[in-house]
């Protein structure tokens, strides 16, 4: 059976987190032996690290929790935080988890074989419930190879918006196969509100601003056959300064 990692991206969302992680760990542990997850703490401010370490040691020290924290992410920056997660993350099919997602019981199971009944190395799996505003739509599963030779999300885009539908329209103009997965036992997520996904973000621009002009961008870079992204840099997401609880202990 191949290897799965949940790759999380936080940054002060404690009051939303702090429901998830504990039902997706709960919701997986049949199979943690292939599944892990990697959260990413971007310089929370509100107690994360300390109830992380409180509450999941054993989880850390099995390995189904891996937990890295950084300070390098001054401002948000949706690409920048998730190319981060997914670099750390060693499995072989990688599932983009906001953290305010929920993956369903034993949803790690659910994509690998998903994955594995259209090919894992063809597909890219979209778990979109097709309702835009129910904090859903990036939930989407690759393989580690297939992210790497697309060099991930695009960080030239602004902070928020259009990443993801960037990313799967980059994997299907490549020739990959996009499959479409709205099943609501795996995909459930706590509501949020554009503006709230938005704290961290130092523009004043509004998301849909934001969305719109990465939209415009992604179009011209797709027409002019730019489908592998950030071409100028040697890395994708932060490498530098990134602990975890081994290290700061």
Not at 124 to 153: C, E, M, P, V, W
Request: net charge negative.
């Amino acid at each position: 059976m191949p290897t799965l990692s949940f790759c999380i991206t936080c940054k002060n969302r404690f009051h939303q987190i702090s429901q998830t992680l504990p039902r997706n760990l709960s919701d997986n542990e049949e199979l943690k032996d292939s599944i892990d997850f990697v959260l990413v703490d971007f310089g929370s401010t509100d107690g994360l690290r300390d109830w992380i370490v409180s509450n999941f040691m054993h989880e850390i020290e099995s390995g189904y929790l891996k937990y890295y924290y950084t300070e390098e992410l001054k401002e948000w920056h949706v690409s920048v935080a998730k190319n981060t997660a997914h670099m750390l993350a060693d499995n072989r099919i990688l599932v983009n988890l906001d953290c305010d997602n929920y993956t369903g019981r034993n949803g790690g199971a659910f994509v690998i074989n998903t994955m594995m009944k259209y090919g894992p190395d063809q597909t890219i799996l979209h778990q979109f419930s097709n309702h835009f505003k129910d904090g859903s739509y990036g939930r989407i599963a690759l393989t580690k190879g297939n992210f790497l030779s697309l060099r991930g999300y695009d960080e030239s885009l602004m902070p928020s918006g259009y990443a993801d539908t960037n990313l799967l329209q980059r994997f299907w103009i490549s020739g990959g196969n996009y499959i479409h997965f709205p099943d609501r036992a795996y995909n459930q997520a706590i509501s949020n509100t554009k503006e709230e996904g938005l704290i961290n973000v130092s523009t004043q621009m509004s998301w849909r601003e934001m969305n719109y002009r990465n939209l415009q961008q992604s179009k011209e870079n797709i027409t002019t056959g730019k489908l592998i992204a950030n071409t100028d840099k040697e890395y994708i997401g932060i490498i530098d300064n990134i602990y975890t609880f081994v290290d700061d202990d």
